[in-house]
Nanobody, 121 residues
Framework: QVQLVESGGGLVQPGGSLRLSCAAS????????MGWYRQAPGKQRELVAG???????NYANSVKGRFTISRDNAKNTVYLQMNSLKSEDTAVYYC???????????????WGKGTLVTVSS
């Protein structure tokens, strides 16, 4: 089965940087989209950054210029480089893959379990 394993969360001071990683393993035929979402206490989950199979990226307005999404297709891994972190970036971050497990599979959504990012002095 497909598993997504996240890493890189933790405590960082305002203005600092953090790099999140998420690696997918298992039966993977093709990945059509990858991304990062986050959810702060009392708020809805929101898209932070995403990248398509055509390498088209999109970012939430609140993180443009500060966050960068990238991927390593050979390792089935997506990254989120977070710079100039603010207290409002504090949230649980979830990685997301839309992938196919075979040629006959139309694709499904897969989610990581989440990693906590806390920005505080």
């Amino acid at each position: 089965q497909v598993q997504l394993v996240e890493s890189g969360g933790g405590l960082v001071q305002p203005g600092g940087s953090l790099r999140l990683s998420c690696a997918a393993s298992g039966s993977i035929f093709g990945i059509t989209a990858m991304g990062w979402y986050r959810q702060a206490p009392g708020k809805q989950r929101e898209l932070v950054a995403g990248v398509s199979s055509d390498d088209i990226t999109n970012y939430a307005n609140s993180v443009k210029g500060r966050f960068t999404i990238s991927r390593d297709n050979a390792k089935n891994t997506v990254y989120l480089q977070m710079n100039s972190l603010k207290s409002e970036d504090t949230a649980v971050y979830y990685c997301y893959f839309h992938l196919r497990t075979s040629y006959y599979d139309g694709g499904m959504d897969y989610w990581g379990k989440g990693t906590l990012v806390t920005v505080s002095s």
